[in-house]
């Protein structure tokens, strides 16, 4: 009778794992990379026609130099790891390092995908371009190094302070809250689009493709499975809960966005997308009843504060509303996972209130100080808006000489 080789078998399971690790991010990363899809629909269904073409064209680039600045620079300075090594290095567990910077990049280009709804219209195209370089490759990794790789010791110190760190599973501060937080910065320096208020009123500019939108907030809403269940990494830390807890969110989103909105199909369709950004933090240590109640509080906060935006701050045109749904529901998120991750309200524990609220704090404070930084620096060297001119005829003809359909 043969021997039995354990050391053969170890070696053999080590290596399927390792492969599936691998195609398990791999997949998390297809995942999410195409909710950039979504980014881009969502947007193009929002905005005017004559900016049509400037918003896909501008998500898809974003992505791009989003992709060199993260891998040369954002990405050593969240986990010091930099890919000047051999490529025998790199591929050592079948590349699970390589497709793992891949998932995470997905993340950090969502920075700029969420300032671009923001800034619709009126923006000039390579100068925003240069901030979205610059805040893919210092100012996000420096916060997502914090929080997601213990860089500086704050994890640490909110450790012993209050018995557990700042707990952010998915990213509804490190990612959501920090890119709607930087695009509260550049619409605040970009100001209003020209014809948008008269007399301290505002002119409704409606969106121009409901469809377009519905199909974003769709594209969003699936991948967004992978955003959050994969962000385990691993198979072994797979969880059911973080699937089941972010559908609760999503359709608590959806109903209260529904009956707060009136109706309104474009509040309906980020509603979901509400539910989701601030369910991210929370959505492996809640109860599927409280993502729900989450979800629904950040559907109504997103009607709400998106409307009130709009008619009593003339001067802040935010035309997707992403510092609402990103940096607003982002933010209640973090908060969120101290209170309906406790063990009290049915949660799995293992979090702290003041923990929650001292890093959901320093989220936006890094986002503001970085974006009013980067954008202002922009703005100082080259500007950031279009001439009056080139806003009226629009982004599509004034920066890609183009429109997005035929007359013929």
Same mark, same amino acid.
């Given at each position: ?23 398990? #991010? ?26 049509? +073409? ?100 704050? /994890? ?10 700042? %707990? ?34 505002? #002119? ?13 907030? @769709? ?24 699937? +089941? ?8 989103? #959806?109903? +209260? ?34 993502? @729900? ?16 935006? /709009? ?11 992403? @510092?609402?749904? %990103? ?82």
């Amino acid at each position: 009778m043969d021997t039995i080789d354990v050391s053969s078998i170890n070696s053999a399971v080590e290596t399927l794992m390792s492969s599936a690790n691998t195609m398990f #991010i791999l997949l998390g990363a297809i995942m999410v990379l195409a909710m950039h899809a979504g980014f881009a629909f969502l947007e193009v269904g929002t905005v005017r026609h004559k900016n049509q +073409v400037n918003a896909l064209v501008k998500i898809i680039t974003d992505f791009g130099v989003s992709t060199i600045a993260y891998f040369f620079i954002g990405y050593q300075i969240a986990y010091g790891f930099d890919f000047f090594a051999s490529a025998a290095d790199l591929t050592q567990n079948n590349g699970y390092d390589l497709v793992k910077f891949f998932f995470l990049l997905t993340f950090a280009a969502a920075i700029p995908a969420i300032v671009s709804g923001g800034i619709a219209e009126r923006a000039k195209f390579y100068p925003m371009l240069l901030a979205s370089v610059l805040i893919v490759a210092f100012v996000y990794p420096f916060f997502e190094g914090i929080i997601w790789n213990g860089n500086y010791g704050f /994890q640490s110190l909110l450790e012993q302070r209050f018995g557990a760190g700042f %707990h952010d599973f998915a990213g509804s501060v490190v990612v959501h809250g920090v890119g709607g937080w930087i695009a509260f910065a550049a619409v605040a320096l970009l100001g209003a689009r020209k014809g948008r208020y008269r007399d301290g009123k505002v #002119i409704a500019f409606a969106p121009s493709n409901i469809p377009f939108l519905a199909l974003g907030a @769709w594209i969003l809403t699936v991948g967004w499975f992978g955003f959050n269940v994969m962000s385990a990494q691993t198979l072994d830390g797979i969880s059911g809960l973080v699937a +089941v807890n972010s559908l609760m969110a999503m359709v608590g989103g #959806i109903v +209260v966005a529904m009956i707060v909105g009136k109706k309104d199909p474009g509040f309906i369709h980020n509603g979901p997308l509400a539910g989701l950004v601030a369910v991210c933090a929370g959505s492996d240590v809640m109860h599927p009843i409280g993502s @729900w109640i989450v979800g629904g509080i950040a559907g109504g906060l997103f009607v709400w504060v998106f409307t009130l935006a /709009q008619n009593k701050f003339p001067k802040f045109d935010d035309v997707l509303g992403v @510092w609402p749904l %990103h940096g607003l529901c982002g933010a209640w998120g973090g908060i969120a996972a101290g209170i309906f991750g406790s063990e009290a309200l049915g949660g799995l524990g293992g979090v702290s209130m003041m923990s929650q609220l001292i890093g959901t704090a320093a989220g936006i404070l890094v986002a503001l100080i970085g974006g009013f930084l980067v954008y202002g620096l922009v703005k100082m060297l080259s500007g950031l808006r279009l001439s009056e001119e080139e806003e009226f005829n629009g982004a599509d003809l004034s920066i890609h000489k183009i429109v997005s359909t035929s007359e013929d």
